[in-house]
């Protein structure tokens, strides 16, 4: 998969597919644009399993869950409405913030 912003080009295949998108999307911020796909909702991020099991493609909503039901699934690349998106960073907090303070080992 190849997205162009020109007069630069970000590359990404399989599982590098988020790496691409955040790249892109650090560009565009840089400019102050915004990319409007699912994959830049704050409460959007793929699993290392997911990445894997769908060549990047897909990404989870982290919103909490009845214990036994699966998260939804979207595609990263498919539009999504001005509103619902966030900066790279708002990204980054809402993913520390489901997930909780990293635990370092020992």
């Keep these: 998969m190849s997205m162009f912003l020109a007069p630069r080009t970000g590359l990404g295949v399989g599982f590098y597919e988020m790496n691409c998108l955040i790249d892109l999307r650090c560009r565009l911020e840089a400019e102050g644009l915004n990319l409007c796909c699912q994959g830049a ?6 699993s290392g399993r997911l990445r894997q099991f769908t060549n990047g493609r897909l990404g989870y909503v982290l919103a909490p869950t009845p214990p036994g039901d ?9 539009p999504a409405q001005p509103c619902e998106i966030g900066s790279i960073e708002q990204q980054r907090e809402a993913v520390l913030r489901f997930h909780g303070p990293r635990r370092q080992p020992g």
């Design 41 to 46: 909702r704050s409460e959007v991020w793929p």
């Design 70 to 78: 699966a998260f939804e699934e979207v595609d990263l690349f498919a």
